[in-house]
């Protein structure tokens, strides 16, 4: 195939920036080697958007890819990757993560943004159709942009947030989660955007909102 064509035409020579898109996909044994080709030459930028349009088919991302040592920005879109990252050494040098999900099933995203030692720069958007429960925990986070819209209002989200130097949250939702934002110490500027008018009607949006409202202030 011609991706492979051009990994093997660049010998072994670093890659700074790879970035794959496809759809459509029902084998998925070529993507998972062309990411390890990718992440054995020292990818520093990684853009992956992967699609398979079924809710059968679960891609699950290999271990090198969370272990890179030179992988500074990364950008992941799909609906049916899984994350199973290790239980320490995640992300050494992850500085940018951009997280887009359509319909993410999986439970495997909610341990994703547990341990981020170096990160800056998080946003995380998509679909959402079943309750997570996500914890983010990341020392050097200055910013986090969280952009989610759902089918119904009865699905709850919840985010609980440790950053103590985040100095910028950016939330918009058409049904507001439950947010806990720990050691706000930093925070500076804060936007929440509910462009639904119907999330007032959500059950607990009081709750919620008044619960994030107290965190950011």
């Known amino acids: ?43 520093v930028e990684f853009d992956l958007r992967v699609y398979s349009y079924s809710d059968f088919q679960i891609f699950e991302l ?54 981020c030692p170096v990160l800056e720069d998080l946003t995380i958007d998509g679909v959402v159709r079943h ?18 819209s759902g089918e119904d209002f009865s699905t709850q989200n919840s985010f609980s947030i440790n950053a103590p130097k985040l100095e910028k949250l950016d939330v918009m939702e058409n049904s507001l989660s439950n947010y806990i934002v720990k050691n706000p110490k930093s925070l500076v500027k804060a936007i929440v955007n509910l462009y639904s008018h119907y999330s007032c009607l959500q059950c607990d949006f009081s709750k919620f909102s008044s619960a994030l409202l107290a965190g950011i202030s």
């Open 131 to 148: 309750d997570a429960d996500v914890y983010i925990s990341a020392p050097e986070l200055k910013t986090l942009r969280i952009s989610l």
């Open 1 to 43: 195939m011609f991706v492979d064509r051009v990994l093997s035409f660049r010998g072994s020579a670093d890659i700074h920036k790879f970035r794959l898109h496809c759809s459509g996909v029902e084998d998925f044994s070529r993507i998972d080697g062309w990411i390890r080709t990718a992440i054995d030459r020292n990818a």
């Open 62 to 115: 290999p271990q090198s890819l969370f272990m890179s040592k030179t992988l500074v920005v990364l950008k992941l879109n799909s609906d049916c990757l899984r994350y199973v990252p290790p239980k320490s050494g995640c992300f050494p040098s992850l500085k940018f993560l951009h997280v887009t999900g359509d319909y993410p099933d999986d439970e495997s995203i909610e341990k994703l943004f547990y341990c």
